[in-house]
Structure formats: structure tokens, C-alpha cells
Nanobody, 123 residues
Framework: QVQLVESGGGSVQSGGSLTLSCTIS????????MTWFRQEVGKEREGVAG???????TYANSVKGRFTISQDGAKSTLFLQMNSLRPEDTAMYYC?????????????????WGQGTQVTVSS
């Protein structure tokens, strides 16, 4: 059974940086498409950045050039480096793993989810 645990969230001022981590157990990140999603209160969960087993990445337009998704060499941890943070980046961030994913930023493609970590960006 795959389990995902996120960490690294917190509060930061606009323009600041945070790095989120997602540790996987019961599998390795290299076997799945791994994607970060976020959800604001009252809104739908949206895909932020994803990486396929072959290393190809996809980013939401809203975070291109500011966020970077990566994995460690052991394929046990997924990261999201977030720079130039904006108040509109405030959300609960979730890590997800999916097998044979066709569209990386589509939340319905994923069967495994973490519990989330809160990111709050103040202006």
C-alpha cells in the first residue's frame, strides 16, 4: 500500500521561498507519475506540477518559472521548490501518485494522496 506524507509547508511573505517534500512508502516515486496539487478553501483542487517516471515534467501556467518539481536519487522523496511566492499561492498542497497517468494535472488520474501541508503567503 502506497502512502504519501507531505511536509515543509508554512507561512512566508510575498516574494519568499519554500520547499515542500513528499515521502513515499510502499513504493518508489520512479514507478508513478508524481504530482503536486493545491486547493484553496471553497475551490477545486488544481494540479501544480507533475513528473512522469521518464522524468518529463508539466507545470501549471500560474507557476511556470517560479516552481520546480524534482525527486531524490533514491526515488523516495518528491520535492516542490517554490520561489517568488505570491498571496494567490496560498493553499493546502497535496502530493499524489498515479499509475499510467495520461494527463498529469488531472486530479482524477490519481489513486494515492497525502494528507496535505498548508502554505500561506502574506502580502
Amino acid at each position: 500500500q502506497v502512502q504519501l506524507v507531505e511536509s515543509g509547508g508554512g507561512s512566508v511573505q510575498s516574494g519568499g521561498s519554500l520547499t515542500l517534500s513528499c515521502t513515499i512508502s510502499g513504493g518508489t516515486t520512479g514507478r508513478y507519475t508524481m504530482t503536486w496539487f493545491r486547493q484553496e478553501v471553497g475551490k477545486e483542487r488544481e494540479g501544480v506540477a507533475g513528473v512522469d517516471p521518464d522524468g518529463s515534467t508539466t507545470y501549471a501556467n500560474s507557476v511556470k518559472g517560479r516552481f520546480t518539481i524534482s525527486q531524490d536519487g533514491a526515488k523516495s522523496t518528491l520535492f516542490l521548490q517554490m520561489n517568488s511566492l505570491r498571496p494567490e499561492d496560498t493553499a493546502m498542497y497535496y502530493c499524489a501518485a498515479g499509475y499510467l497517468v495520461a494527463s498529469k494535472l488531472d486530479r482524477y488520474e490519481y489513486g494515492y494522496w497525502g494528507q496535505g501541508t498548508q502554505v500561506t503567503v502574506s502580502s
